[in-house]
């Protein structure tokens, strides 16, 4: 490749162009790339944020073939995993006479584990005739699958329980000698990726990999000499979970369960070891029930000392004693049963460093759901480890988002990872014309959103603005409550079909959404990114309020408290970042492609109430603002007669 540099590849004709129908230069595209480009030169650390239709994903991919350095490429979903590498990167490489090797890498749980399947076969909970059914169809793909990785299978959906007892789990592997995975997937997943110039992973794996570092337990990761994480926004909260402790009723139920499955084997004249692994289930029942029969997540220092909790955690402390015991004479009959022991110790262990911190720098606290519960210990500022074992990683890194910065600035992402100053920073600004093509409604004499009447005055409103763009909608929401409340009252009050999260798969209701073209679309977090409808099948978002994260939460109030405990100011310097960095994500639902055109509807008073709602203004992106609801009709007839002239221009071409 003759050209000079990334941004000249991308560049209008430059080589990309002829491999892309329709191919476009944009000029912030080109730049970033050019800034990534020195940064891996460099071997230094970029923080870049890339207005929703720059194309970053080619921004970086160009620098990192271009580099002749193995590169880890780091994206923040599976989904997204997948995308960039069946379809991205494939065309990026077709660029190169040396083709560069490639390597999809993801976690072990979403692989296929042939010994697992076979084993799950003979499980008593697995009698059923569904059950049997589904492991038949799983079995049938086990014997022509090449790679074992359970996204390009279809048959049966990936959220099925039944997955759980047949992919790679890290217990059941360290039953085995290395010998003995010789045709595993996950260590076939792994070798490729040794051998590869650019691995892509995601977020979950990455952390997964800097916490075993930290703990000094190896890597899961091979060595590369750049880095490269997409969607870093994300960064920060899924670092918090895996530098973290979490166990869960189904760690300690899989324990129990292999226990007894490996006494029916190997340990049949040892009595006590089944007791004892029946009893740890009992025990963490009993404790689910002592923390009430609502769903609730809550620091454990508000529940440790009710009488029924305090006893569930001692017969929890009692049942771990006894299996111990047990599984100690037990370990030396077979493998399975020594795992067995040896899990036992790992989740003794955090049981007790989760009763018994003392640790300011860590936050205890529990979660309920249905029947189950998670005891987690969470640190209070996830910069420290993260920077500490990133700086056992030398090389470039770049950081990349839509959402990085807030007002121009990326002060508040470098705290959260503990990015040094030196950093290098890069705006791409948007190249699609909000100016022209998208309004912003902040509607005037909405209550307070403490008010009674602000859940009725929003959907009063989205009344209006729903009608006038003809359904093509979605209403975001920043609580269930709010959400559930709005899907009842309007179900009979539009005439658009209505879609409402939770009562189908997400990927099934955009595909509902997109086909219908005229649906109103009710959602919560996972619908404010990460969604790409583009066209006129979505012409207005509207957002009911501005995204701060609940102060009751346990980690978050611990933080706050933290922050305010030591001289700084917790709500300039996290909670509003926070909701900035999240309403912008929001945002960038309304407008996904050049021709789009849209509105723009955020019904919270405080942007113009309060002195800092001029700072979530000014995070997003210049579009035409309005006070004045009736514009919204205004703005829907201009693009009505726009598009009817447009038809009229054709007609009188195609004469």
């Known amino acids: 490749m003759s050209v000079k540099s990334a941004g000249d590849v991308l560049g209008e004709n430059g080589p990309l162009s002829a491999h892309i129908s329709g191919f476009r ?15 891996f030169s460099a071997q230094s650390t970029l923080l870049a944020e890339a207005g929703t239709g720059v194309g970053k994903t080619f921004a970086y991919l160009v620098p990192a073939l271009r580099s002749g350095k193995k590169v880890i490429v780091s994206t923040g979903t599976r989904h997204l995993q997948d995308q960039l590498y069946q379809k991205d990167l ?14 999809l890498l993801k976690g072990r749980a979403n692989y296929l584990c042939r010994s697992r399947l076979e084993r799950a076969r003979g499980l008593a909970q697995l009698e059923s005739p569904e059950a049997q059914s589904k492991l038949a169809i799983i079995g049938k793909w086990a014997a022509r699958t090449h790679d074992g990785d359970i996204s390009q299978f279809s048959a049966v959906s990936e959220d099925d329980p039944i997955w759980m007892h047949v992919t790679s789990n890290a217990e059941y592997c360290s039953e085995h000698e290395p010998d003995e995975l010789e045709g595993c997937f996950v260590t076939h997943a792994r070798r490729r990726a040794q051998e590869a110039d650019v691995v892509v992973v ?9 916490a075993l570092r930290e703990e000094g337990f190896g890597e899961v990761l091979p060595t590369a000499d750049a880095f490269v994480f997409d969607e870093a926004h994300q960064l920060p909260d899924v670092a918090t979970s895996f530098f973290g402790k979490r166990l869960s009723t189904r760690h300690v139920t899989e324990l129990a369960r292999d226990t007894i499955a490996e006494h029916l084997t190997d340990a049949m004249d040892q009595s006590g070891l089944r007791h004892s692994a029946e009893e740890i289930e009992r025990a963490f029942r009993d404790l689910r029930l002592a923390l009430g029969t609502e769903s609730r ?58 009763l018994g911190t003392g640790d300011e720098d860590t ?8 029947t189950g519960l998670a005891l987690n210990l969470t640190p ?56 022209r093509n998208a309004m912003l409604l902040v509607p005037p004499d909405m209550p307070e959103p403490a008010s009674s009447q602000y859940d009725s005055a929003v959907l009063a409103l989205a009344e209006k603005v729903i009608t006038a763009s003809e359904g093509r909608c979605f209403l975001l929401f920043t609580s269930h409550r709010a959400m559930n409340n709005a899907a009842e009252k309007l179900a009979t009050r539009l005439d658009y079909p209505l879609l409402v999260q939770g009562t189908r798969a997400k990927t099934e209701l955009l595909d509902a959404f997109r086909s219908a073209g005229n649906a109103v679309l009710l959602g919560t977090s996972s619908f404010w990114e990460g969604v790409d409808v583009r066209g006129e099948a979505l012409s207005c978002v509207i957002i009911d309020k501005l995204p701060f994260s609940s102060p009751g939460d346990p980690v978050m109030r611990a933080r706050i408290d933290a922050l305010n405990r030591n001289g700084g100011n917790a709500f300039m310097d996290f909670q509003l970042p926070q909701a900035i960095t999240q309403l912008k994500q929001g945002v960038g639902r309304l407008i996904r492609d050049e021709t789009d055109r ?58």
């Not at 995601?202 to 800097?210: E, I, K, R, S, V």
């Not at 002239?645 to 054709?650: I, L, R």
């Open 25 to 39: 230069a944009r000029q912030g595209q080109q730049e970033l790339a050019d800034a990534i480009e020195d940064a």
């Open 90 to 103: 494939p065309v990026v490489a077709k660029l190169f006479d040396s083709k560069p090797r490639t390597a």
């Open 202 to 210: 995601n977020h979950h794996l990455f952390c997964a990999d800097l």
């Open 297 to 354: 997540r809550a620091a454990w220092i508000d529940v440790a000392e009710i009488p029924a909790v305090l006893e569930a955690v001692q017969r929890i402390e009692n049942a771990y004693a006894d299996l111990l015991q047990e599984l100690e004479v037990a370990a030396e009959r077979s493998r399975g049963l020594e795992a067995c022991f040896k899990r036992a110790e790992r989740q003794h262990a955090q049981i007790s460093d989760f």
């Open 363 to 370: 936050i205890s606290w529990f979660e309920t759901y249905n």
């Open 380 to 435: 209070l500022d996830v910069a420290g480890p993260f920077a500490r074992t990133m700086a056992q990683l030398p090389g470039a890194r770049i950081f990349l988002s839509a959402t990085l910065a807030v007002n121009g600035h990326f002060g508040h992402f470098r705290r959260q990872l503990g990015i040094a100053k030196t950093a290098t920073e890069c705006i791409a600004a948007s190249p699609f014309d909000y100016r």
């Open 598 to 655: 849209g509105v723009m509807v955020l019904c919270d008073p405080r942007l113009t109430s309060k002195r800092y709602g001029a700072l979530f203004i000014n995070s997003l992106p210049r579009m035409y603002r309005t006070r004045v609801t009736e514009n919204v009709n205004r703005f829907f007839e201009r693009t009505q007669d726009a598009a009817e002239q447009a038809d009229s221009n054709a007609s009188a071409t195609d004469s």
